[in-house]
Structure formats: structure tokens, C-alpha cells
């Protein structure tokens, strides 16, 4: 089993940032995929930025060029760097993680493992 377990999430004005992270525990190595994704109220969820593997990247268009995602595979935590936030950008904010994988998806059902969120509100 793996337990993820997201921090960072808080109060900003349009064009602040956030630093969001994912503690991951149990079972997990450097293999796994692993996402963020959000929802905010009345919307559907949506995949915001994946990691596979290898350290390759996948970005929702809506985030390209402001969010960065990482992780460090040492200390099993995986990052979202949140830059230029925009009042869409308001979500609960949740890591996922899936050990069988190949490229980074922004598909929910690309994922079999799911933390509780940290809510984001950016504020204009």
C-alpha cells in the first residue's frame, strides 16, 4: 500500500506562488508515476501535471510555463512549483501515484493511489 500525503496549500494574491508537496510512504520507488491534480467546487477534476518514471513531464495546457513538478525520489516527496497564480487556479489540490505506468498521464483513472488534498485560494 502507499500513503500520500499533501502540505504547502494555503491563501495568495493573483500572481504569488505556492510550493505544494506530496509525502509519500509505504510501498513506493522511483518507478512510480506520480500527478497532481485539482477541483474546484462545482468543476470536474482535473489533471494539472504528471511525472512518470524517468523524470518526464506532462502539463495541462492551462498551467505551461508557471507550474513546474518534481520530485525527490530520496526522500519520496513529490513538489509543485505554483508561480504566477491566477484566481482559476483556486482548487483542492491532490497528489496521486501509480507504480504501474509507463508515460506520464493527466488521467485520473492512470491512478490507483490518492491523498487526502490541501486547499489553494488565490485571491484577486
Known amino acids: 500500500q502507499v500513503q500520500l500525503v499533501e502540505s504547502g496549500g494555503g491563501s495568495v494574491q493573483a500572481g504569488g506562488s505556492l510550493r505544494l508537496s506530496c509525502a509519500a510512504s509505504?510501498?513506493?520507488?522511483?518507478?512510480?508515476?506520480m500527478a497532481w491534480f485539482r477541483q474546484a467546487p462545482g468543476k470536474a477534476r482535473e489533471g494539472v501535471a504528471a511525472?512518470?518514471?524517468?523524470?518526464?513531464?506532462k502539463y495541462a495546457d492551462s498551467v505551461k510555463g508557471r507550474f513546474t513538478i518534481s520530485k525527490d525520489n530520496a526522500k519520496k516527496t513529490l513538489f509543485l512549483q505554483m508561480n504566477s497564480l491566477k484566481p482559476e487556479d483556486a482548487a483542492m489540490y491532490s497528489c496521486a501515484a501509480n507504480a504501474r505506468c509507463y508515460t506520464a498521464s493527466l488521467s485520473s483513472l492512470a491512478y490507483a493511489y490518492w491523498g487526502q488534498g490541501t486547499q489553494v485560494s488565490v485571491s484577486s
Open positions: 511525472i512518470n518514471g524517468d523524470g518526464s513531464t
Open positions: 509505504g510501498y513506493i520507488t522511483s518507478n512510480y508515476c
